[in-house]
């Protein structure tokens, strides 16, 4: 069995997480998404969700793409969990390329082109 591995937020969840979702899954045959804590959020990534971290995973875990979600509490702990889950590739983003590059002595690292127009940093600001 190949295991799949990506990180996110996934807040106000859109077509373009789901595809990503999507596209994730067809690289293997079980997908974890780490799922970033509110805590993660708020004190690292300096951002706020307008869900939070319970109610985000129950979307995530609804989406027939995604076999098992993960709390993500801190950036230093994708090695750990790419060992403890025997992950065969990691995914994220292509505005991420060459940010996890050091993951490749571990498993496969593969950037996915975003879906264009949609981004939740998109749908925030045509919200305003």
């Known amino acids: 069995m190949k295991k799949v591995i ?3 937020t996934f807040d106000l969840l859109h077509y373009g997480h789901v ?4 596209r994730a899954k ?3 045959d079980y997908l974890i998404v780490g799922l970033s804590t509110d805590e993660f959020n708020e004190f690292k990534k300096h951002k706020e969700a307008y ?3 319970a ?8 989406i027939r793409y995604v076999d098992k979600v993960i709390p993500e509490k801190d950036w230093d702990q994708k090695i750990s969990d790419v060992k403890k889950y025997h992950i065969d590739t990691f995914v994220m983003g292509s505005d991420w390329k060459g940010k996890f590059d050091f993951l490749k002595p571990y498993c496969k690292v593969v950037y996915l082109p975003r ?3 949609v981004s939740t940093s998109k749908i925030k600001e045509d919200l305003k």
């Open 6 to 8: 990506t990180y996110g």
């Open 19 to 22: 595809r990503l979702l999507k």
């Open 26 to 28: 067809e690289l293997g």
């Open 51 to 53: 869900n939070n971290y």
């Open 55 to 62: 109610e985000r995973k129950y979307i995530l875990e609804a």
């Open 115 to 117: 879906t264009p127009g």
